[in-house]
């Protein structure tokens, strides 16, 4: 069962406790703490709970039930943090919406990717399950993602991220302050893509290891923002609200059969 809270103790990172969530036991995680409020919005009619280092959190009320949406900050060690308190306080499935960079030719700018998997390069994973134990999400959230991107005719593709702890010489980006990427990474955006691999981010593969560690189910969704075929840039995209409208439908609906098949 693991280490519960007590309902009223307020978690030392996020800054809230159980009762807050009311009962909820569904969470949404952007990276993003100025993306929290409005995918709350657009869940249901929603209500702050606290704001604590890269910890945004708001619940939202949707027809299925309470969803707590709350941000995970960059990257694997501030996103285990979170699922461990998420944990303690009896969130069971957790739904990330990022932003990513496509390594393949046939992805565009501001498509959805569904990971049903991931590649460690990060080194949270680690300190929980070994190199080769796998990063994987939950085969119910994948589909139930996939069905409500394809039911909104958003362009999405599902399959293998590279979750890496660097945005710059882990995903060999040569843009940086000293342009150097170590030997070892030299070559492996190459490699990655002719292994089939969709994209680089940065949280994932901590995601779904600490996730299968902790019990809960989790699964990711990502909006492209950088094409890594054409350039290392990041996109600033043409239309931000196609895009979050993208993200809270798809996780929104989701949501509805997800919350609907646990009932
Ligand atoms: N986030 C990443 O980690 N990499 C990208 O290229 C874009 C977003």
């Known amino acids: 069962m693991g280490n519960l809270a007590d309902k ?37 009619e929603a209500k702050f709970i606290a704001c604590h280092r ?25 996103t285990a943090i ?4 998420l944990a303690r306080m009896g969130i069971k499935g957790v739904i990330r919406v990022g ?5 393949q030719e046939k992805i565009s700018i501001g498509d959805l990717i569904i990971n049903n998997a991931a590649v460690r390069l990060d080194g949270t994973s680690q300190h929980y399950a070994p190199l080769n134990f796998p ?7 994948t589909n139930a993602l996939r069905q409500a991107a394809i039911e909104n005719d958003f362009p999405c593709h ?29 070559g492996t955006l190459q490699e990655w893509q002719k292994l089939g691999a969709l994209n680089y981010e940065m949280e994932t593969s901590a995601l ?26 990041v996109v600033p995209l043409e239309n931000k609200g196609e895009t979050t409208r993208r993200f809270w439908v798809t996780v929104k609906r989701a949501l509805q059969l997800l919350l609907k098949a646990g009932e």
């Open 8 to 44: 009223s103790e307020i978690l030392y990172h996020v800054g809230f406790c159980a009762d807050d969530l009311k009962g909820a036991e569904w969470a949404v995680l952007p990276g993003d703490p100025g993306r929290v409020q409005l995918l709350a919005e657009n869940l249901g």
């Open 54 to 78: 890269e910890y945004t959190s708001w619940l939202a009320q949707m027809d299925c039930g309470p969803v707590l949406v709350c941000s995970t900050g960059m990257g694997g060690p501030s």
């Open 82 to 85: 979170c699922l461990e308190e």
């Open 99 to 103: 932003t990513t960079g496509t390594i």
């Open 135 to 141: 990063a994987v999400a939950d085969i119910e959230i």
């Open 158 to 186: 599902t399959g293998i991220s590279v979750s890496s702890d660097t945005f710059w010489p882990g995903q060999e980006r040569y843009d940086s302050f000293s342009g150097y990427v170590r030997k070892s990474l030299r």
């Open 208 to 233: 779904f290891v600490v996730s299968q560690c902790l019990g809960l189910k989790a699964g990711a969704v990502c909006s492209v923002v950088a094409k890594r075929t054409d350039s290392e840039a």
